[in-house]
């Protein structure tokens, strides 16, 4: 089955810096690539994603970079926020049955 | 984005009891919906996939007779926690499959005493 490796596990960086989070993958057929960003005691909410036909995509501070060939991906988070500070999970999805494989996620503090 | 509700959002039983969680999807129809378990500080894993009208597949390790589920509908799955112990305590969170990404709920508490 799919196994997801994320990197680092916890990150710490300065108000305004910005932070990469990234991940790998096993199985070549995973074609859909979400990450998410959880609080505390609360849900997982989606906040950016890409498919496999995309390299990459940004929205406003966040981007993810897909590398199909080596099998990894990357979260880029520019100009940080402290209400940034959450843990983030990348995640994997291939074939047809939808389910998410996710990586271990990484604690991100973002120091004012 | 779409809604998926879970109910209840806390709950405290005690050992040998059994606790049902509800999971709604409350705008759209979720033909699949996942169950997963987040113990503190770990990772989201997947427990099974509830599919509507048929068993749901478990992943390893799950035991399905402890761990019931049901999707008796396109918008409600129900897990049911037979003869909980302290070590199924943890927090269970559902997800329902939209069109193009999987919708998660709010997630349950359970506290086993």
């Known amino acids: 089955g799919e196994n997801v490796e994320q990197h680092p596990s916890t990150l710490s960086v300065q108000e305004g810096d910005s932070a990469v989070i990234k991940c790998t993958y096993s199985?070549?057929?995973?074609?859909?690539f979400p990450w998410y960003k959880q609080e505390l005691g609360k849900r997982p909410q989606l906040i950016i994603d890409i498919r496999s036909n995309v390299g990459e995509k940004k929205d406003q501070r966040i981007a993810v970079t897909l590398n199909k060939t080596a099998k990894h991906f990357s979260l880029h988070i520019t100009e940080t926020q402290p209400e940034d500070s959450a843990v983030y999970f990348c995640?994997?999805?291939?074939?047809?049955?939808?389910?998410?494989?996710f990586g271990k996620g990484t604690l991100l503090t973002v120091n004012p | 984005g779409a809604v998926v509700s879970q109910h209840p959002s806390r709950v405290i039983c005690k050992s040998g009891t059994s606790v049902k969680i509800e999971c709604r999807s409350l705008d759209f129809q979720a033909t699949t919906m996942f169950w997963y378990r987040q113990f503190p500080k770990k990772s989201l894993m997947l427990m099974a996939t509830?599919?509507?009208?048929?068993?749901?597949?478990?992943e390893q390790g799950v035991e399905k007779d402890k761990f019931l589920i049901n999707h008796a509908s396109l918008t409600l799955s129900t897990l049911t926690v037979t003869s909980a112990h302290p070590e199924d305590s943890s927090f269970y969170i559902c997800?329902?499959?939209?069109?193009?990404?999987?919708?998660f709920g709010p997630g349950t508490r359970l506290t086993v005493t």
């Open positions: 995640a994997a999805r291939g074939g047809s049955n939808y389910k998410l494989t």
């Open positions: 199985d070549s057929a995973s074609n859909y």
């Open positions: 509830s599919n509507e009208g048929s068993k749901a597949t478990y």
């Open positions: 997800s329902g499959q939209g069109p193009y990404e999987q919708y």
